[in-house]
T-cell receptor, first 112, second 114 residues
Framework: EDQVTQSPEALRLQEGESSSLNCSYTVSGLRGLFWYRQDPGKGPEFLFTLYSAGEEKEKERLKATLTKKESFLHITAPKPEDSATYLCAVQSSSSNTGKLIFGQGTTLQVKP | NAGVTQTPKFQVLKTGQSMTLQCAQDMNHEYMSWYRQDPGMGLRLIHYSVGAGITDQGEVPNGYNVSRSTTEDFPLRLLSAAPSQTSVYFC?????????????FGEGSWLTVV
């Protein structure tokens, strides 16, 4: 069964304190791994798509990496405005529905 | 630049009532879908459509109907609301359902069934 697990569930950082969020997945053929950011009361906002092991993508203070079993979202020198819930999702090649299988998210709080 | 627009934002229903959540996108996307988000469950796919006139069930379709008469619109109907359908609903769209197509989400519709 395709599955996505994110850890930790919650993370508190001081401004400037770098850290990483983990997304472990089991899927019968990875079509793509997606990272989204979700602010309270809002819909998920697309950040990155990764397709193959070894791939990396960056956007401002965020960097996403991918291995055959997990993905990391590295946050360098975070600011309070980076506080949000970060969602990881995968698309499986066993499904032709375009369905995204989501993890439960990591809620990040960055204190000034 | 509207993207994916959902209405209403908030709704309270009584058990047994029916209603329709509206979703429209202005990006000419072929693929549209509905997810629900529940605490501890993540986002789960309810129904999806790969183009006008074509719909299919996702992971949790029971109690919901959809139709796709135009490329732009993909309404979600609750036939007889139940408390278990209290949730946040997100409509999403992409160019197609295959790999390499980013899925964009609406702002959500908060539904409470009492």
């Amino acid at each position: 069964e395709d599955q996505v697990t994110q850890s930790p569930e919650a993370l508190r950082l001081q401004e400037g304190e770098s850290s990483s969020l983990n997304c472990s997945y089991t899927v019968s053929g990875l079509r793509g791994l997606f990272w989204y950011r979700q602010d309270p009361g809002k819909g998920p906002e697309f950040l990155f798509t990764l397709y193959s092991a070894g791939e990396e993508k960056e956007k401002e203070r965020l960097k996403a990496t991918l291995t055959k079993k997990e993905s990391f979202l590295h946050i360098t020198a975070p600011k309070p405005e980076d506080s949000a819930t970060y969602l990881c999702a995968v698309q499986s090649s066993s499904s032709n529905t375009g369905k995204l299988i989501f993890g439960q998210g990591t809620t990040l709080q960055v204190k000034p | 630049n509207a993207g994916v627009t959902q209405t209403p934002k908030f709704q309270v229903l009584k058990t047994g009532q029916s209603m329709t959540l509206q979703c429209a996108q202005d990006m000419n996307h072929e693929y549209m879908s509905w997810y629900r988000q529940d605490p501890g469950m993540g986002l789960r796919l309810i129904h999806y459509s790969v183009g006008a006139g074509i719909t299919d069930q996702g992971e949790v379709p029971n109690g919901y109907n959809v139709s796709r008469s135009t490329t732009e619109d993909f309404p979600l109907r609750l036939l007889s609301a139940a408390p278990s359908q209290t949730s946040v609903y997100f409509c999403a769209s992409s160019m197609a359902g295959g790999p390499g197509n980013t899925i964009y989400f609406g702002e959500g519709s908060w539904l409470t069934v009492v």
